[in-house]
């Protein structure tokens, strides 16, 4: 199986690409981790079990809720959504990201 | 916040239902991670072996995930405990024994601490106890006249003090007796208080019915003006009856209206004591039958004061000091003897705390029970190494599985906390039932400082204080036995625990170097146990045997007081000899008598006595009884010289005296004093008296029987110059002394049918003399048995131990040559070298525990060689016996099977 360039994810933005994940409709928990490894291309990969303490913690915190509901093949799956905390931290983590991005960027190309 | 906090709050009710749906959710996951690889054509069983190794490890993901729920301390810890819960459901002898010696331990521990806080520590259940102090004389020495109480003070000084020094709130004084509440017969007696005024005031107690003294019910002259019962007497008398207010009751054949009833937690200041009647002090006079409230000489009153806010201790007792001349020179008595003036005029007045009150059981007995908490403090720690040593063995067991535990990922505290929830829940099991056990214990701690007709009350309520004691124990006993065998065990590294079998000769000495010594510990413990047990059953004994001069069997005392109102007992003297004669013909009566002192009971009479020709000023102390002819051979005291008191020592006749022993060596000088003269120095009621010596007897214990013999006067009831309507016969007989007592009951009525009397078995007086020394044999004898029955199953787990560890070596002996003997002599050599090292450590402990308890033994020095060899004889037997049954395993062990078992 080829494995092009997979690249770790750096520390604390596993909830950064959750939050994206379900920005636009609810998905379960494998929906997200494949979610990810395909818009990365295969580049971002995760462990797919850190997924699970992730998405308990984010529901703790109050940005995304749970219900149960039946999935595309017909089993039972537990499914997430944002929450409007959540919608207002994804905003907010998103900036954070791009400042970051911006700022690394300029360090770099800089003399 | 509040999300988070809801959150956590909702994930605790639903535990089971989380944990499914993590499940659900998790298997999820991996059912579609294994399709996905089945639709891009792999084999099934590697398509999920695919999809497992993408996910992780499954139990860490549960792990994370719970813990992410954020309730995970109280989750794992109530699964820790479940889980110790089953392992110990499945060893219930180890589960059994762990409980129990510490649940006994724990327990006896309570109990004395419960008794010693009633007794010392609690403060009194009145307002602001931490002001109050008890005023007392510092120097009493040479006070003359009846002391009736310790630390006690006169009325004239009472009255001197109640214009209040600076200083104090306010003062009051107070009281014990005993009142006869029937009005004529068999005496019934009740613990009476005397309070002044203000006593109830000072100490704001609120009445529970009716009304409670005020200082305008004490004044001088007041007769009777009523009494306030007890709540605890209301009950048991009046059955609560709410009209008892007004109805009277009678006290000394008075007849005394009831006023009003204490509250139910008021016991008065005296810990260990309680009342049922309380009564004015000025009411005194009347109910005791003479003027005690002019009688600079009779020291019957406790004063206890309040502290002034702002006020210091010391500067209060300043105070007092200062006032101390201008108290003494205006309370002095006329009839005071003029030797002892001077002393009394340089008496001083002196405060000391008292927020717990002033206890008398408390000062007798405070060593006695410091000493059993100490001893029961050993027992415990005994029960704990015991535990420690159980389950360091258990954790050595279980080596291989922390070691891979640790190897998989487990954090090494939370492997720490779940071994130690083991010991928590032993602990907290053995706390819970030692506290249940203190009760039981604690009420046996009371029947034994118990006496019949000595009642010992003592409010022993659970409160805070005890709980805490015994929370703190338990907490204790858990880190103590539950930290060091957690530690240990992981700290092991995975590698040492993987090649660790039972092959390995060379098998770390270290390991079960700790355990030895903890069972070298126990042996020492329990050597001091039982060293202090054979010391105070031995001074027991002592005191039992002690030589005491008297007979103690088959002694009836018959306390007499006659009613004042035959006017024929005025011939007192008469009346005394047709008494003694009637009762002496009674039938299986072998002798009586009559004494104003009955020996060994706490009535004490002494006096200056010198010798004619010598100063007054070389006089030495005596003690003093008055007898009547046939006393000694009552008591069956030996004459040393000269004869007993008989018909011709009337009251015209000279001054007759028998001395003992001590006297005429100490104070005569001389071995037959018989016909020397001495003096007796004045009291406020009898004039200095010249004496002749007539006889001189053996000595006689007077007070106590842990005393030297001092040197004892008696003199005849027939010289008496101030009789007193009051006596106590000494009956032998060789009836039985029930059979005994309708004659004799017979008989004092037909003398004077309104007379008051009660029987006491001379037996019990001595019997009530040892309490203190039963109480400390009884309960150290019964924890040095638990303590070596303990260090019984401490060395039989270490042999156990031993004898499975060394399987492959045992084995390989025998393979060798070595027979069934040789083997044993191992084991036994083992344990041998253990018990060597117990008592080397033993032996110096024991010495200076025993020099600690010096003031509580008699006949011992604590250093006593045949108490010490004792000792470890009994502890090496013990030994023994516990390291023959894992010997005997050991020598029938199979070869064969020793060497191939792992």
Known sequence: ?????????????????????????????????????????????????????????????????SSWDVSENNRRAKYYQLSAAGRKQLHKEKQTWRQLVAAVEQVLEGA | MLADLLFRIRSLFRPGRRERELEDELQFHLQNQTEKYRHMGLAPAEAARRARLDFGGMEQVREETRESHGISPLDTSIRDLRYSARVLRKNPAFATVAVLSLALGVGANTAIFQVIDAVRLRSLPVVAPRELVEIHVANMRGARGSQERDNALTYPIWEQLSQRPAGFSGIAAWSDESVNLSPSGEVREVSALWVSGGFFPLLGVQPALGRLFTPDDDVRGCGIPGAVISYSFWHSEFASDPSIIGRSISANSHSVEILGVTPSSFFGVNPGKTFEIALPVCSATTILGHDVLDDGTFWWLSLIGRLKPGWTLPHAAAQLEVVSPRVFRNSLPANYPQVSVKDYLRMKLTASFAPGGV?????????????????????????CLNLANLLLARANAREREIALRLAIGASRSRLIRQLMSESLLLSSAGAAVGLALSYSLSRLMVSLLESPGNSVFLDLHTDWRV??????????????????????????????????????????????????????????????????????????????????????????????????????LVQAGNYQKRLLDQVGAIPGVLSVADT???????????????????????????YISRISPGYFRTFGTPFLAGRDFNDRDTATAPKAAIVNRAFAGRIAKSANPVGERFFVEATPSIPETEYEIVGVVANTKYRELREEFGPVVFLPLSQDPAPMLQDQLIIRAALPLAKLLPPVRRAIAEADPGAHFAFVNFRDVIDESLSRERLMATLSTGFGALAALLSAIGIYGMMSYMVARRQSEIGVRMALGANTGNIQRMV??????????GLAVGVPLSIAAAALARTLLYGFRPYDAVVLCIATALLTMVALMAAWLPARRAARLDPMRALRDE
């Open chain 2, 596 to 622: 104003t002192v009955v020996p060994i009971s706490g009535q004490t009479w002494s006096n200056a006595v010198w010798m004619a020709g010598h100063k007054p000023s070389a006089a030495a102390e005596s």
């Open chain 2, 359 to 383: 206890s008398e059981l408390g000062q007798q007995y405070s060593d006695a029970l410091w000493m059993l908490l100490a001893i029961a403090g050993v027992v415990l720690l005994i029960a």
């Open chain 2, 828 to 837: 036994a050599g083992e344990s041998g070298r253990l018990l060597m090292a």
């Open chain 2, 467 to 568: 709980l805490a004691f015994t929370a703190g124990l338990a907490i204790l006993t858990c880190l103590i036995f539950g930290l060091a065998p957690a530690l240990r065990a992981t700290r092991a590294s995975a590698q040492e625990a993987f090649k660790g079998s039972a092959r390995g000769l060379t098998a770390s000495r270290e390991r079960a170097g700790l355990r030895r010594a903890l069972v070298v510990s126990q042996i020492a413990f329990s050597l001091v146990l039982l060293v202090c047990s054979l010391l105070f059953a031995g001074s027991l004994r002592k005191l039992l045997e002690v030589q005491t001069g008297f007979h103690k069997e088959g002694v009836l005392i018959a306390d007499l007081r006659f009613a004042r109102a035959n006017p024929a």
């Open chain 1, 1 to 65: 199986m080829a494995q092009p360039n997979r690249v770790d994810l750096p520390q604390g933005t596993l909830d950064l690409l959750i939050l994206r994940s379900i920005e636009l409709a609810p998905q379960h928990g494998w929906a997200i981790s494949q979610r990810i490894q395909q818009i990365s291309s295969d580049v971002l990969q995760i462990q797919q079990g850190s997924l699970y303490p992730a998405l308990h913690r984010l529901e703790r915190r109050g940005w995304i809720t």
